[in-house]
């Protein structure tokens, strides 16, 4: 097949890679490292009719869709329009991720466990809503945001400035004209990617994701700053989730006549009551494909295809690998605030030779003049594979301390102490 993938960052590099073992590959906008593996195409992901144009011209037999702009754009809309197989939900049934509130409304619909809420656009409401939550408040932009949509408060009057910023000040825009406020959920956090047909789902193993900026999760949020799979969860228990989260959800959106095709990625909260959805995404995690799709065997782009055309019963299962994968970030200064690109990177092939098994995704960076330089916050993610996570993480650390950068930040504990 020629599978065509939309996206440029380290997630885009991971599904290349591993859709190149079987596939002719093609990627729009793609970034210095998958112009290695793939034919790079300069278009825009979110320019749908290009996208379409590309299609059709190369001709490609899948569309993989990455990132959630080009959803939200209606890019499966347009290519399922033109009878183009593409992997990824229309703009409708992208809303999972793009508004939290139609998100907790298909919940509470499929009777799926998520954090007790309230949702609404008048900032009065909202602080009236705050009595019937205790601290710590969780108070959510509806909209997309960036990972600056969550604010965790501390107490009543964090959470009331919380709704003035959002609400009154309008300091995310139009994200945050509509607001959640929800129940505060304990437990660890685990991120499981569920390949949809639209009534069929293959679940993919758990993976867990680290998202502040700094070590002992402080600082900022971030896109993630490195991540593991295993996560370690009772098969039993993760088994469970089809019939608790994914199968409901997905029959929840097609009672509404939203057909769900793509990953449905679930964010969960292991608390002591069980798993709990924290929020949905319509697209693969980034970093945590870097740790789940190198433990992935077979085919790739069949089992996408067999999702993209409604046939995913019909394909066997991916085959997972025993070993662990542990990803570090490697990220420009500044990120997730300002940063400066352009900074000439050394030690990538070094770090590629290094011992064991060990990938070096490129996420932010470009080529100039033969020189490979940042070109994002987000620079590279340095895989390690081993027998155990703490080996694969022995093996990133090790490749990752070859590459370097100005400005260079990334997190020392990543995966430490699994
Ligand atoms: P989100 O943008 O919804 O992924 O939220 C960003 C982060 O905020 C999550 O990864 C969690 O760590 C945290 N968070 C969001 N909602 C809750 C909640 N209800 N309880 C605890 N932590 C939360
Ligand atoms: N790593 C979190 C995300 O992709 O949303």
Known sequence: MK??????????????????????????????????IARCIDVDPTDTAAVREVALRAPVDLVVVGPEAPLVAGVADTLQAADIPVFGPTAEA???????????????????????????????????????????????????????????????????????????????????????????????????????????????????????ARDGNEGPNTGGMGAYSPYPIDDADFEKLRGSVFEPVMAELGSRGMRYVGVLYAGLILTRDGPKVLEFNARFGDPETQVVVPRLGGDLGRLLLACATGRLAQVDPPTVEDHACVAVVLASGGYPGAYQTGAPISGLDSAGNSEGRVVVFHAGTRRVDGDIVTAGGRVLAVTGCGATVADACATAYAAADRISFQGLHRRSDIAAGV
């Open 94 to 212: 992208a809303r999972i991720e793009g508004s939290k509130a139609f998100a907790k409304d298909v919940m509470t619909a499929a009777g799926v466990a998520t954090a007790g809420y309230w949702a609404g656009t008048d900032p009065e409401h909202a602080r009236a809503a705050l009595e019937d939550f205790a601290p710590p408040y969780v108070v959510k932009a509806d909209g997309l945001a960036a990972g600056k949509g969550v604010r965790i408060c501390a107490d009543h009057a964090e959470a009331e400035q919380a709704i003035t910023d959002l609400m009154v000040e309008q300091t995310l825009g139009a994200a945050g004209s509509m607001v959640v406020i929800e129940e505060f959920l304990d437990g660890p956090e685990v991120s499981v990617f569920g390949l949809c047909d639209g009534s069929d789902v293959v679940l993919l193993p758990p993976a867990q994701d680290f998202k502040r």
């Open 3 to 36: 599978v065509l993938v939309l996206g440029g960052g380290g997630r885009e590099h991971a599904l290349c890679w591993a859709l190149g073992r079987d596939h002719q590959v093609w990627c729009a906008p793609g970034n210095a490292g998958i112009a290695e």
